[in-house]
């Protein structure tokens, strides 16, 4: 059964029940009400037949000459007639004397509606309780002694002398009354229970509507949608706070499987990335193998007979040795860095550091001018060697994707709490989507793989390795005929007294002036 049903059916079971309350003690108050004024009038009724008394020099009581199981009231005193110069009872009430037990009298009959009815007595009456003047005094309610007649209240008062007064009168318009109100009091509940269903339904359904948001939202999920969330978040009602707790729970669903699906890519991209790893590597490695194994064919058929050629065989072997060498450290390089290994961590000045690079430059390559910006000295924690390596690798990079002539400069400056230097050319440049793979191992712009220019294409990765090891960050940026920069950014070294972003003092040293460069 669905909660609204059964929501539905307690609303209805509380409010038949509330009205059946109701209904009962309506009923019963006007029911007690409607009696109590029957009672009363016997009352009046009886009261009035005891001060009128029996008929002139007659008397109550077996030792009177009235007793015995005769009629001890006057035919005279019925509805209708007169005694002592008045109506003795008034229609619709009867009454009777009897004496002894059981009852045997004759009565006065109540008119009602053109006839006339008695009540059916039981042969004797008990529950009597004391009243005033030494009497005791009962009710009942008993039927028509005809058929069709209605029924009688009765009121019997037992008098000191044992004799019993009866009077009673018809009920019907009392019963009446009441079975009315049992009618009304029926359809009054009816209406009433289905007016609250109706309400209830429509209160139940407004109140389920965050619900049914709920049961949409968990749909979405189900389809793939992860970014949806319940709405109708509020503290001060139980749905709203179950939509908090569904959209917390969410939140961490989707993070999780965020991370899982990234996890996965990563999974996927380190896969593919090592087996384009090994086949760069490969590939890097198979051309100088196969030069020397060709340099050594040749020694075998003959060149070591001449100089000449003994000398180019050697010189081939030499330098295919020394270009595998350089490909087998930078490879060391970066495994060292991918596995994480600590890094010394000293105070490192960049300025100076920067200065023998370019110095360094200048003496290999005088034909790439190289300009040294810096305003003021820059600290920095590090190891001294990895960052030269760093300048270096960035320099050579220049020197091997430019053409002999063209300018470079350095820049080295501080930015907030953050060590910048940058590193531009004025070469040809590459596109934005290939600038953003610089950084990539093996990645060259040239798809032909030439080594004409440039190396195995892992110093820059180096460069990002060891820039990321020292908690920095590194970017390129270029377009084709704009050159190419690329921006380090290091933690400043700051002392204890100073804070990130001042000014720090010159220490004596003498930093090259803004846009000059060092002499050669």
Known sequence: MSLRARLLLALGAVAITALAVADVAIYSSLHASLFNQVEQSLSQQANQLLSAGPPQGQGFGPGGPFGGDRNLFNPNACPGSTSRGGPLIQSPFLAHVAIGSPV???????????????????????????????????????????????????RVV????????LVGTPITDTENTL?????????????AVLAALAAGWWLVRLGLRPLTAVERTAEDIAAGDLQQRVPHEDDRTEVGRLAKALNVMLGRIESAFAARVASEERLRASD???????????????????AVSAYAELFERGAAGNEADLARVMAGIRSETARMERLVADLLTLA?????????????????????????ARTVAPEWPIALEASRPVEV????????????????N???HTQPGTPARVVVDIEGDEAVVVVSDQGPGLPAEQASRVFERFFRS???????????????????????????SVSASSAPGAGMTITLRLPVLFDDEQEPGAERPDDGAEPAPDGAALPS
């Open 446 to 472: 040239d798809p032909s793989r030439s080594r004409a220019h440039g190396g195995a294409g892992l110093g820059l990765s180096i460069v990002e390795g060891i820039v990321e090891a020292h908690h920095g």
């Open 336 to 360: 060292r860095l991918d596995e994480g290994q600590p890094m010394e961590h000293t105070a490192v000045e960049l300025v100076t550091l920067c200065a023998e690079a370019v110095q360094t």
């Open 179 to 191: 079975h009315h109100l049992f009618w009304i009091e029926l359809g009054v509940t009816l209406v």
């Open 158 to 165: 037992k008098l000191p002398n044992e004799t019993e007064l």
């Open 381 to 396: 924690s590090g190891d001294p060697h990895r960052l030269r390596q760093v300048v270096d690798n960035l320099l050579s």
């Open 398 to 400: 220049v020197r091997s």
């Open 272 to 290: 593919r990335l090592l087996r384009q790893f090994v086949g760069d590597a490969s590939h890097e490695l198979r051309t100088p193998i196969a």
């Open 104 to 154: 045997s009298s004759d009565e006065c009959p109540a008119m009602v509606g053109g006839h006339s009815y008695l009540p059916k007595l039981p042969k004797t009456f008990s529950g009597f309780t004391p009243s005033a003047g030494g009497t005791e005094v009962t009710y009942l309610t008993v039927p028509s002694a005809g058929k069709g007649g209605p029924d009688f209240e009765v």
